[in-house]
């Protein structure tokens, strides 16, 4: 997981593995709470999975502020340049 593209493309696959959400809805702008239907405890799943995946920690506060798709990417990327 370099790149934004890698951490989409890894996240969508969460997204369509774990949640059963279809590939096409998952665009960057896509809300994750509106548009994609996830909860809180489908984003506190979300959350333990990509943990497990990056091999950090995510902070709950930093991801209190995720809305998007897009946003979720962000979050990523700055925890693996870390």
Known sequence: MQN??????????I?????EIDAEDI???ASLY????LDSIDAVDLVIKLQQLTGKKIQPD???AVR???DV??????????
């Open 4 to 13: 934004r593209e890698q951490i989409l493309q890894m996240l969508t696959q």
């Open 15 to 19: 997204l369509v593995d774990e949640f």
């Open 27 to 29: 665009t960057p702008e």
């Open 34 to 37: 509106q548009e994609l239907d």
């Open 62 to 64: 930093e991801f209190k």
């Open 68 to 70: 998007t798709v897009d």
């Open 73 to 82: 990417v962000t979050a990523i990327e700055g925890l693996v340049k870390q």
